[in-house]
């Protein structure tokens, strides 16, 4: 496994104070970051805080966000085991009426959000892209419908982690 | 020097399935080169894909895509002769737009 790329000092250290400062705070900026992608925005800034967050989880109760586990209304597909972390290929399908936004990432990777996509109506529920993992961990998709978060997650198996 | 995005859309049952390959280093910025320096973080931040001047997709990428970044999307209402345009911005400023024909 490729390591070196991953552990450069200033990434440790940035990881340990995001994490000082709480894991929450991360999570609360980043979605509320992608919940503000507007579709009808010449080109939307680019949300530096969204990608920055370092780690997930409590937040999502202190934000409201209601998650329901797996809802069987989205597909998550990934394959099992990636033997190349550089390119991991992944598929996300929301039949869930009025989907708005999907959104992947990647628990394990220093940047763990990976892409934001907003739907406007008439575009199908569907995103199909190449991510990379540093390590094996779970690709998550997230999805926004008709107002409401929905998760999907899967965990990917990778034998040589690419950046 | 930006490379051009290979897009290809065909429709099928009233639904246009645009592929789109665009061609970009997606430097994260924790690589280092031989001499042991960082490579400067160099990615694709936003993308817009467009069907007749219309939205269909937008969206934005962080460092973890793959060089190269690949997309599929579907969007209903297109129909063959209709153009779709995929513009993207990365990092460091520059630009594209390419467009392709429906099929």
Redesign the interface.
Known sequence: MKG???M?AS?DLERRKALKAGGGLGLLALLGA?GL?R???A??E??KS??DAKTMNEALDALGVTIPEDTAAIQLTAPEVAENG???PV?VESSLARTEQISIL?DK????????????E???G????????AQTATVIALVKANGKFYRVSREVKVTAG?? | MTSPTKIRASIQNGVTEVRVLMQHEMENGRRKDEAGKLIPAWFITEIKAQHNGRIVLEGQFGTSVSKNPYLIFRFRGGSPGDKVTLSWVDNRGDARSDDAVIT
């Open positions: 070196y790329c991953l450069g990434i992608i992608v579709p009808e925005a080109w939307a680019w949300q969204a990608f550089a390119v991991v598929t990647v990777n220093p940047t763990m959000l990976v892409s934001s996509f907003t739907y406007p008439g575009t199908e569907y995103l199909s892209t190449r991510i990379k993992m690419g950046c």
